[in-house]
């Protein structure tokens, strides 16, 4: 199904009002159908990625629980990383952060799909894989929340629980699971 018509807004310009090392906000100035000329706040981001490791009984699922400072919280979720290596494909930023973060290589990668965060703010999108054939590799952790993370094994068939629990609150790693659940069910041994 083809996207919607853009309609008449058109996009002039943008300025910088904030650049670190991997996130800019910008102004942007846009005109609406009726010409009308107004400015919104953007947040430029390389994009993600985010990998559901499949444990060899299809199963189970590798995920991370990590201190997240918005929250001021430690949070369940999948391995992922920001797309911040100038020129790497969003597969090998994958490869790369599953090994970081859960010391595993996997064989076999399918993508499951891609999504943007939050559109109303951000033009960041993730880019999903299922990893599959597992193996152990030296895990290289990369930053100091990466350094206090706990790697846990969880079930895909309690996936739901968890979210009704409040368990599960990150929506990446909630996307995620339901597109590897979707591909696996498909495949005929989900949950």
Known sequence: MPPPEQGDFRFIGERDRFRSSFIRLVTATLVDPKGFTFERDIVRHPGAV??????????????????????DRYVLEVPAGKRDVFGEAPEQTAR?????????KASTWSELGRFSNSPGFTDEETVCYLAEDLAVVERVTQGVEEDHMTIERVALGEIW?????????DAKSIIALALAERVLSHRG???
């Open 96 to 104: 790369r952060e599953l090994a970081e973060e859960v010391g595993r």
């Open 50 to 71: 985010c990998v559901v490791p499949l444990e060899n009984d299809g199963r189970h699922v590798m995920m991370v629980r990590q201190y997240r400072a918005p929250l």
């Open 189 to 191: 041994f989900a949950s």
């Open 161 to 169: 629980d968890l979210l009704s629990l409040g368990v599960l609150v």
